[in-house]
């Protein structure tokens, strides 16, 4: 397995880990998770390796979205 290959892994499971903590901190729907997570800045900056967010906790990427796109919980 290449480095790519490796990568593409590792954020694929980040995604799943963070999806299922934003519904299980906030009460919602794996559905509704996906979707506050989806349609947020912070998952284009994780795709597309911004500024190393694919690295950090996903507990700390939870934290993140919630302080700086509040709007997204509230629909």
């Known amino acids: 397995m290449d480095d790519r290959a490796l990568e593409q892994v590792y954020q694929e499971n980040l995604e799943e880990r963070l999806i299922s903590y934003i519904a299980e901190e906030n009460g ?21 390796g911004n500024e190393g ?13 919630k302080e700086t796109e509040p709007e997204l919980f509230e629909k």
């Open 53 to 65: 967010m694919q690295y950090l906790d996903y507990k700390v990427l939870a934290d993140l979205l």
């Open 28 to 48: 919602i729907s794996l559905e509704k998770a996906m979707a506050i997570y989806y349609g947020s800045k912070l998952s284009n900056k994780i795709n597309q």
